[in-house]
T-cell receptor, first 109, second 116 residues
Framework: DAKTTQPPSMDCAEGRAANLPCNHS???????VYWYRQIHSQGPQYIIH???NNETNEMASLIITEDRKSSTLILPHATLRDTAVYYC??????????FGKGTSLLVTP | DTGVSQDPRHKITKRGQNVTFRCDPI?????LYWYRQTLGQGPEFLTY????????KSRLLSDRFSAERPKGSFSTLEIQRTEQGDSAMYLC??????????????FGPGTRLTVL
Protein backbone atom coordinates (compact mmCIF):
# COMPACT_ATOMS: atom_id res chain seq x y z
CA ASP A 1 0.00 0.00 0.00
CA ALA A 2 1.13 3.55 -0.73
CA LYS A 3 2.51 5.73 2.05
CA THR A 4 0.62 8.81 3.25
CA THR A 5 1.83 12.11 4.72
CA GLN A 6 -0.33 14.18 7.06
CA PRO A 7 0.41 17.25 9.18
CA PRO A 8 0.90 16.20 12.81
CA SER A 9 -1.61 18.69 14.19
CA MET A 10 -4.24 21.26 13.20
CA ASP A 11 -6.61 23.64 14.96
CA CYS A 12 -10.10 24.61 13.92
CA ALA A 13 -12.69 26.94 15.44
CA GLU A 14 -16.01 25.41 16.37
CA GLY A 15 -18.59 25.88 13.62
CA ARG A 16 -16.01 26.38 10.91
CA ALA A 17 -15.03 23.85 8.28
CA ALA A 18 -12.07 21.64 9.11
CA ASN A 19 -9.98 20.73 6.06
CA LEU A 20 -7.53 17.91 6.72
CA PRO A 21 -4.96 17.30 3.96
CA CYS A 22 -3.28 14.04 3.03
CA ASN A 23 -0.52 13.44 0.53
CA HIS A 24 -0.30 10.05 -1.18
CA SER A 25 1.87 10.72 -4.20
CA UNK A 26 2.75 7.04 -4.76
CA UNK A 27 -0.85 5.84 -4.87
CA UNK A 28 -1.62 3.11 -7.41
CA UNK A 29 -4.64 2.93 -9.66
CA UNK A 30 -6.45 0.30 -7.63
CA UNK A 31 -5.80 1.84 -4.21
CA UNK A 32 -8.58 3.47 -2.25
CA VAL A 33 -8.24 6.37 0.17
CA TYR A 34 -9.76 5.68 3.59
CA TRP A 35 -10.24 8.04 6.51
CA TYR A 36 -10.68 6.99 10.11
CA ARG A 37 -10.64 9.00 13.29
CA GLN A 38 -9.89 8.06 16.87
CA ILE A 39 -11.26 9.98 19.80
CA HIS A 40 -9.12 9.66 22.91
CA SER A 41 -9.18 6.14 24.42
CA GLN A 42 -11.76 4.86 21.95
CA GLY A 43 -11.47 2.52 18.97
CA PRO A 44 -10.97 4.03 15.51
CA GLN A 45 -14.14 5.14 13.76
CA TYR A 46 -14.63 4.78 10.02
CA ILE A 47 -15.45 8.08 8.31
CA ILE A 48 -15.37 7.76 4.54
CA HIS A 49 -13.48 6.27 1.61
CA UNK A 50 -13.08 6.89 -2.11
CA UNK A 51 -11.25 5.81 -5.24
CA UNK A 52 -11.38 8.64 -7.79
CA ASN A 53 -14.54 10.65 -7.32
CA ASN A 54 -15.35 12.98 -4.51
CA GLU A 55 -17.51 11.39 -1.85
CA THR A 56 -19.87 12.75 0.77
CA ASN A 57 -21.71 11.14 3.64
CA GLU A 58 -23.38 12.32 6.82
CA MET A 59 -20.04 12.75 8.56
CA ALA A 60 -17.74 14.35 6.01
CA SER A 61 -16.71 15.00 2.43
CA LEU A 62 -13.68 13.55 0.70
CA ILE A 63 -12.06 15.50 -2.11
CA ILE A 64 -9.52 13.58 -4.20
CA THR A 65 -7.38 15.49 -6.71
CA GLU A 66 -7.60 14.49 -10.33
CA ASP A 67 -4.12 12.95 -10.30
CA ARG A 68 -5.07 11.16 -7.03
CA LYS A 69 -1.82 12.20 -5.39
CA SER A 70 -3.55 14.02 -2.57
CA SER A 71 -6.90 14.30 -0.85
CA THR A 72 -8.71 16.47 1.69
CA LEU A 73 -11.19 15.40 4.32
CA ILE A 74 -13.71 18.14 5.05
CA LEU A 75 -15.76 18.35 8.21
CA PRO A 76 -18.20 21.09 7.17
CA HIS A 77 -19.15 22.42 10.61
CA ALA A 78 -16.67 21.21 13.19
CA THR A 79 -17.87 20.67 16.75
CA LEU A 80 -15.92 20.06 19.94
CA ARG A 81 -16.76 16.36 19.60
CA ASP A 82 -14.74 16.25 16.37
CA THR A 83 -11.52 16.69 18.35
CA ALA A 84 -9.64 13.50 17.52
CA VAL A 85 -6.72 11.99 15.63
CA TYR A 86 -7.58 11.62 11.95
CA TYR A 87 -5.90 8.92 9.89
CA CYS A 88 -5.61 8.90 6.11
CA UNK A 89 -4.94 5.39 4.79
CA UNK A 90 -4.31 4.19 1.26
CA UNK A 91 -5.28 0.61 0.70
CA UNK A 92 -5.87 -1.91 -2.03
CA UNK A 93 -5.60 -5.28 -0.45
CA UNK A 94 -8.42 -6.37 1.87
CA UNK A 95 -6.05 -6.95 4.75
CA UNK A 96 -4.52 -4.71 7.35
CA UNK A 97 -4.93 -0.96 7.67
CA UNK A 98 -1.63 0.92 7.97
CA PHE A 99 -2.54 3.79 10.27
CA GLY A 100 0.60 5.90 10.54
CA LYS A 101 0.57 8.77 13.03
CA GLY A 102 -2.36 10.78 11.66
CA THR A 103 -3.34 14.41 12.27
CA SER A 104 -4.39 15.52 15.72
CA LEU A 105 -7.30 17.92 15.20
CA LEU A 106 -8.22 20.28 18.03
CA VAL A 107 -11.55 22.05 17.71
CA THR A 108 -11.67 25.12 19.92
CA PRO A 109 -14.70 27.05 21.22
CA ASP B 1 -26.19 -1.72 19.61
CA THR B 2 -24.85 -4.28 17.12
CA GLY B 3 -21.30 -3.02 16.81
CA VAL B 4 -18.07 -4.83 17.61
CA SER B 5 -17.75 -5.64 21.29
CA GLN B 6 -14.66 -6.50 23.30
CA ASP B 7 -14.26 -7.95 26.74
CA PRO B 8 -12.81 -7.01 29.13
CA ARG B 9 -12.40 -3.28 28.55
CA HIS B 10 -9.53 -3.09 31.01
CA LYS B 11 -7.13 -5.72 32.33
CA ILE B 12 -4.37 -5.31 34.88
CA THR B 13 -2.06 -8.25 35.33
CA LYS B 14 1.31 -9.09 36.79
CA ARG B 15 4.29 -9.90 34.64
CA GLY B 16 4.39 -13.58 33.75
CA GLN B 17 0.64 -14.15 33.93
CA ASN B 18 -1.49 -15.26 30.99
CA VAL B 19 -4.37 -13.12 29.75
CA THR B 20 -7.17 -13.73 27.26
CA PHE B 21 -9.28 -11.17 25.45
CA ARG B 22 -12.51 -11.75 23.58
CA CYS B 23 -13.92 -10.01 20.51
CA ASP B 24 -17.47 -10.35 19.18
CA PRO B 25 -17.71 -9.03 15.63
CA ILE B 26 -20.69 -7.49 13.89
CA UNK B 27 -23.12 -10.25 13.00
CA UNK B 28 -22.49 -11.84 9.59
CA UNK B 29 -19.06 -10.23 9.21
CA UNK B 30 -16.72 -12.86 7.85
CA UNK B 31 -13.42 -11.14 8.52
CA LEU B 32 -11.95 -10.30 11.91
CA TYR B 33 -8.78 -8.36 12.66
CA TRP B 34 -6.66 -7.77 15.74
CA TYR B 35 -4.52 -4.67 16.19
CA ARG B 36 -2.34 -3.33 18.99
CA GLN B 37 -1.89 0.32 19.87
CA THR B 38 0.74 1.75 22.20
CA LEU B 39 0.68 5.25 23.60
CA GLY B 40 1.12 7.96 20.97
CA GLN B 41 1.15 5.55 18.05
CA GLY B 42 -1.45 4.47 15.52
CA PRO B 43 -2.86 0.94 15.68
CA GLU B 44 -0.58 -1.78 14.35
CA PHE B 45 -1.84 -4.93 12.67
CA LEU B 46 -1.41 -8.26 14.48
CA THR B 47 -3.46 -10.87 12.65
CA TYR B 48 -6.69 -11.49 10.80
CA UNK B 49 -9.19 -14.27 10.15
CA UNK B 50 -11.44 -15.02 7.23
CA UNK B 51 -14.23 -17.05 8.82
CA UNK B 52 -12.32 -19.50 11.06
CA UNK B 53 -9.07 -19.49 9.08
CA UNK B 54 -6.19 -17.34 10.31
CA UNK B 55 -4.79 -15.97 7.06
CA UNK B 56 -1.99 -13.65 8.14
CA LYS B 57 0.11 -12.93 11.20
CA SER B 58 2.31 -9.89 11.68
CA ARG B 59 5.89 -10.13 12.86
CA LEU B 60 4.62 -8.33 15.97
CA LEU B 61 2.76 -11.50 16.92
CA SER B 62 5.43 -13.32 18.90
CA ASP B 63 5.20 -16.96 19.95
CA ARG B 64 3.61 -15.86 23.23
CA PHE B 65 0.56 -14.60 21.33
CA SER B 66 -2.14 -16.85 19.96
CA ALA B 67 -5.46 -16.01 18.38
CA GLU B 68 -8.40 -18.21 17.55
CA ARG B 69 -11.75 -17.91 15.87
CA PRO B 70 -13.08 -21.44 16.32
CA LYS B 71 -16.52 -21.16 14.76
CA GLY B 72 -15.99 -18.16 12.57
CA SER B 73 -17.82 -15.89 14.95
CA PHE B 74 -16.13 -14.56 18.11
CA SER B 75 -12.38 -14.53 18.49
CA THR B 76 -9.96 -14.76 21.40
CA LEU B 77 -6.46 -13.35 21.73
CA GLU B 78 -4.26 -14.94 24.39
CA ILE B 79 -0.96 -13.61 25.62
CA GLN B 80 1.16 -16.03 27.60
CA ARG B 81 3.84 -15.02 30.11
CA THR B 82 3.01 -11.33 29.78
CA GLU B 83 5.80 -8.76 29.75
CA GLN B 84 5.67 -5.06 30.56
CA GLY B 85 6.14 -4.34 26.86
CA ASP B 86 2.79 -5.99 26.18
CA SER B 87 1.01 -3.07 27.87
CA ALA B 88 -1.14 -1.56 25.14
CA MET B 89 -4.66 -1.19 23.79
CA TYR B 90 -5.75 -4.30 21.90
CA LEU B 91 -8.29 -3.50 19.21
CA CYS B 92 -10.56 -5.80 17.28
CA UNK B 93 -12.23 -4.95 13.98
CA UNK B 94 -14.61 -6.82 11.71
CA UNK B 95 -15.67 -6.50 8.11
CA UNK B 96 -17.68 -8.15 5.38
CA UNK B 97 -15.65 -9.22 2.39
CA UNK B 98 -17.79 -9.73 -0.67
CA UNK B 99 -15.35 -9.70 -3.57
CA UNK B 100 -15.69 -6.01 -4.35
CA UNK B 101 -13.63 -3.04 -3.14
CA UNK B 102 -11.47 -3.41 -0.04
CA UNK B 103 -13.59 -4.16 3.01
CA UNK B 104 -14.47 -1.44 5.48
CA UNK B 105 -13.31 -2.37 8.95
CA UNK B 106 -15.38 -1.44 11.98
CA PHE B 107 -13.59 -1.31 15.30
CA GLY B 108 -14.53 -2.22 18.82
CA PRO B 109 -13.75 -0.09 21.89
CA GLY B 110 -10.57 -2.00 22.66
CA THR B 111 -9.13 -3.78 25.69
CA ARG B 112 -6.52 -1.82 27.60
CA LEU B 113 -3.88 -4.11 29.08
CA THR B 114 -1.55 -2.98 31.83
CA VAL B 115 1.25 -5.34 32.85
CA LEU B 116 2.80 -4.52 36.22
Amino acid sequence: DAKTTQPPSMDCAEGRAANLPCNHSTISGNEYVYWYRQIHSQGPQYIIHGLKNNETNEMASLIITEDRKSSTLILPHATLRDTAVYYCIVRSDPRALNFGKGTSLLVTP
Amino acid sequence: DTGVSQDPRHKITKRGQNVTFRCDPISEHNRLYWYRQTLGQGPEFLTYFQNEAQLEKSRLLSDRFSAERPKGSFSTLEIQRTEQGDSAMYLCASSLVSGGPPDTQYFGPGTRLTVL
